[in-house]
């Protein structure tokens, strides 16, 4: 199967054509034509999700996985697992990208090149890794070789700008495809993989002379965030007076008491609905940067 076309503007297609987005998606996906017509004269903004549907003028596309035929069949080609290590430069001082694979499928003995990018072979071990629709978000974890001393090296240049840092905060992506889709194959195409992963580093689990492990952490764990992130107060204004938030600006100046004053000296806001009606009028729009129904039902 040669690689997939990219969407091309202004172009009549058929129930059944596929083509993927001309930018490379993370999310694995491609889209099949299931309205025949003709393509729009830029280029949708294709969904994200399997079975998602967009109009692009008369054509109708439909999201499907850029990988499901291949790994369905009786003996599909095998799944490589690439990982890529991303630095951030104020944590960690280099915006550094170390991209590495455990070389285990394939009979793969070399480096592994997809989508322009080399991805060193490295002893790599990547546990937990799963999908929950219940309970606690997982925390995988990403164990690496450090007989070498690379990776205590890498720590050591990293601790030296956060001290105890111990690339916490690093970003984890792990990409997935197909062997016949990597770069030298004849069927290579960098759009055809799984959805790609993005993980934090959480922190480093244990080093020794060995090894390296890391747990990793979901983007959406938010664990000790408040939520509201706002407390909801009933009568209490929670902007900064005269700032973009609360946006007054006028020559009207009272004070706490909403007495009214000579100067801006003098002005100060008394933080209540009151005070704000002063500012902005008794009919006006308030921007009252608190929550005055919180209180009224039980």
């Known amino acids: 199967m040669a690689a997939v076309a ?16 001309t930018a490379s998606q993370a999310s694995g996906l491609w889209f099949r034509c299931t309205t025949a017509g003709t393509s729009a004269g830029s280029e949708p903004s294709w969904p994200t999700d399997i079975g998602s549907t967009v109009a692009d003028n008369t054509v109708v596309w439909t999201a499907i996985s850029s990988v499901y035929e291949d790994v369905s069949v009786l003996a599909p080609s095998a799944i490589i697992e690439l990982f890529e290590l991303h630095l951030d430069s104020t944590l960690h001082g280099s915006s550094d ?9 394939a009979a793969v003995t070399g480096n592994i090149v997809f989508d322009g990018n080399a991805y060193t072979r490295f002893p790599v071990q990547a546990d937990g890794f799963e999908m929950r629709s219940s309970g606690t978000l997982p925390q995988p974890t990403l164990t690496i070789a450090n007989l070498d001393g690379t990776m205590t090296t890498l720590l050591a ?20 495809t197909l062997k016949r889709y990597l770069d030298g194959e004849s069927t290579a195409d960098p759009n055809a993989r799984f959805p790609t992963e993005i ?37 209490t ?28 000296a003098q002005d100060v ?25 919180a209180g009224l039902t039980r």
């Open 6 to 21: 990219a969407w091309a503007a202004s172009t009549a297609f058929s129930v059944g054509d596929i083509r993927r987005a």
């Open 97 to 105: 990208v170390y991209r590495f694979h455990a070389g285990s499928n």
């Open 157 to 176: 240049l990293v601790n030296a700008t956060t001290a105890g840092n111990d690339l916490t905060g690093a970003t984890v992506k792990r990409i997935r």
């Open 199 to 235: 993980w934090r580093i959480n922190r480093k689990a244990t080093e020794t002379r060995d090894v390296v492990t890391f747990e990793l952490a979901s983007e959406f764990d938010l664990a000790g965030q408040k939520l509201p992130k706002r407390q909801v107060v009933a009568n």
């Open 237 to 264: 204004c929670q902007w900064i007076y005269r700032s973009s938030e609360c946006s007054y600006t006028g020559s009207n100046f009272f004070d706490v008491n909403g007495n009214s004053v000579s100067t801006l």
């Open 269 to 293: 806001c008394g933080k209540r609905l009151a005070s704000c009606k002063l500012r902005f009028g008794e009919n006006g729009t308030l921007p009252f940067g608190s929550f005055p129904g």
